[in-house]
């Protein structure tokens, strides 16, 4: 069955540093996320994109956070500058379509951890 | 904003006990997952549903849109049942809303043999 992949697994980052988290979606989905889980905490909505830009963003997601579609397979989250509160886990998601019947698939997380 | 609550926050069962874990929330929804994270962090998707019910396997989930609440129950629980199930909710399409969830607090559940 396909599957979410993200890379790396774990990413280990100076403060002040800027870092690159990757994911590789389902091939034929449309609708993109990022999530991320503080330890001990919810899991929170950081942005969704569609059609090239981004269709809705969290108050958490600043001018620190951008994401991108570079060449129609992977989708990153860039932080330009992390703050130590930035350590924590980062889950990419896609779905075919943002329809009710249409579930959206996790990859297994990337565990960002600030210095 | 949807506020999600799950109870409980804990739970511990022996092995072929009946499980059962709630999620409510306050705001009309288009869909809800039921989740399950493993001690390594992934999440795994067990169910969507908007209404009724759905099994899968000794997975059973149900929704009450009226009462905006959701039930995962589990038959025969066996250790390697022993996860973070997390409910996380789809708000209803309009406006700017492209499917982000909404995320409960999560239950941890430990099933002992």
């Known amino acids: 069955e396909p599957e979410v992949t993200q890379t790396p697994s774990h990413q280990v980052t100076q403060m002040g540093q800027e870092v690159i988290l990757r994911c590789v979606p389902i091939s034929n989905h449309l609708y993109f996320y990022w999530y991320r889980q503080i330890l001990g905490q919810k899991v929170e909505f950081l942005v969704s994109f569609y059609n090239n830009e981004i269709s809705e963003k969290s108050e958490i997601f600043d001018d620190q956070f951008s994401v991108e579609r570079p060449d129609g397979s992977n989708f990153t989250l860039k932080i330009r500058s992390t703050k130590l509160e930035d350590s924590a886990m980062y889950f990419c998601a896609s779905s075919r379509g943002a329809a009710r019947n249409q579930p959206q698939h996790f990859g297994d997380g990337t565990r960002l951890s600030i210095l | 904003k949807n506020e999600v609550e799950q109870s409980p926050q804990n739970l511990t069962a022996q092995e072929g006990e009946f499980i059962t874990i709630n999620c409510s929330y306050s705001v009309g929804i288009s869909a809800l997952h039921w989740l399950q994270q493993h001690p390594g962090g992934g999440i795994v998707s067990l169910f969507m549903?908007?209404?009724g019910k759905k099994k899968h396997g000794r997975l059973i989930a149900t929704i009450n849109i009226q009462e905006k609440h959701s039930s995962l129950h589990i038959t025969a629980s066996h250790p390697r049942d022993s996860a973070v199930y997390i409910c996380a909710v789809r708000n209803r399409m309009g406006g700017t809303s492209y499917g982000k969830l909404t995320f409960g607090q999560g239950t941890i559940l430990t099933v002992h043999p």
């Open positions: 549903l908007s209404s």
